[in-house]
């Protein structure tokens, strides 16, 4: 699916491009690893150039550039700091008028050394693919900080520290305690842009995909929790048109009723460990604010698939559904325990629909590229 051409402009989210909905469009905005990336390559070339700088432009992971104003700049011989204003758009976020701040300075050592500082979380549990005692920020927001500061030195050492004044308060508002990112809040973001995935036009959305996808005859509804999964289901069904697939994002109850409502008869469910959790659960909306994944039921699975009593205490103890996955992987019971995960996920989908719909269900890696488990059979 396409991005929106500028995110200060209103924006449809990810409509079908055979839908034409007249409605109030939505504007999107930065996410804190695109404003993270800004800051860091204003400060990098005011430090480089010895003067401030008042617009920056990055390359977001698409491969589009775009350009973010500098709200404020400072330098001298050794050290520089630029600062990049968070706007999330129509998207209820708590990072919304966030500060990202960069501080460079030049080091020895070629490339890029990247901290977090003031009011960026530290990580202090497994299960997030980070670090432990590191700085919450994102694998992909962490590339597009050392692209974007390589774009100004190639060939220096710089050491980064991002900073979020304030960063703390706002992450009391998340579920990053809970996760055991401690001090601040997470850098992140996969695709630099943020989609206003919690609003009622975005529901409206969900819903109309899957009207559009019937009105055209199609009878199998692909659903994807965001835009990898999608790519990835697109890549195990080639043969199904793109009209086929929607991204459903936190909607899947939505999503299921609208296709009751077409008389369709096939859904195909494209996730990752976490929401399929959720979905086992019998949770159909999935926002991380909403609910949260139930370990316990992640432990039952291993248990009821052979795992010894260690492996499913430590599954039940799990910081995060990644970290279960990871303990599944290590184990080498990860295929197992993600087709069980893949056929309880289905099983709630027929459900909801009293039985009208047929689910098949895939679990995918991380990338949303690897098929990991499934359950059913796939084909057109």
């Given at each position: ?277 959720k979905l086992a659960a019998g949770v159909l909306m999935t926002h991380y604010t909403r609910s949260k994944v139930s370990t316990e ?84």
């Amino acid at each position: 699916m396409t991005e929106p051409p500028d995110p200060h402009e209103p924006y449809e989210p990810d409509l079908p491009r055979t839908m034409k909905v007249k409605r109030r469009a939505l504007r999107t905005g930065w996410t804190t690893g695109a404003c993270a990336a800004a800051a860091a390559k204003a400060a990098t070339a005011a430090l480089a150039e010895q003067r401030a700088q008042e617009i920056v432009e990055i390359a977001l992971p698409s491969g589009r550039r775009v350009a973010f104003p500098v709200d404020s700049c400072s330098y001298g011989p050794e050290r520089a700091e630029a600062v990049v204003v968070k706007d999330a758009g129509d998207d209820p976020d708590v990072t919304d008028g966030a500060r990202l701040t960069a501080t460079v300075s030049w080091r020895a050592e070629p490339g890029v050394a990247l901290d977090g500082g003031e009011g960026v979380g530290v990580v202090t549990k497994p299960g997030l693919g980070l670090e432990l005692g590191g700085p919450a920020i994102n694998p992909v927001p962490s590339q597009m900080i050392r692209q974007a500061v390589g774009e100004v030195v190639a060939d220096r050492g710089v050491r980064v520290v991002i900073s979020v004044p304030g960063g703390e308060l706002m992450a009391r508002k998340t579920t990053n305690r809970r996760l055991g990112i401690l001090g601040g809040i997470s850098i992140l973001g996969t695709t630099g842009v943020v989609r206003p995935f919690s609003t009622a036009s975005w529901l409206a959305s969900v819903e109309q995909a899957v009207a559009v996808m019937a009105a055209q005859g199609e009878t199998t509804l692909v659903l994807a929790t965001g835009g990898r999964t999608e790519r990835g289901a697109m890549a195990m069904l080639p043969k199904l048109p793109e009209v086929c697939f929607v991204e459903v994002g936190d909607f899947t109850g939505a999503a299921l009723r609208q296709a009751v409502a077409r008389d369709l008869r096939r859904v195909v469910f494209v996730g990752m460990i976490g929401k399929l959790t959720k979905l086992a659960a019998g949770v159909l909306m999935t926002h991380y604010t909403r609910s949260k994944v139930s370990t316990e039921l992640l432990a039952e699975i291993t248990h009821d698939m052979g795992g010894d009593l260690e492996l499913v205490s430590a599954v039940r103890s799990a910081n995060t559904a990644r970290h279960a996955y990871e303990l599944w992987e290590a184990a080498g019971v990860l295929g197992t325990c993600g087709r069980e995960l893949c056929r309880r996920t289905a099983g709630v989908l027929e459900r909801f629909t009293d039985g009208r719909i047929a689910a098949q269900v895939v679990l995918v890696d991380f990338t949303g590229k690897r098929m990991i488990a499934m359950y059913g059979r796939l084909g057109r």
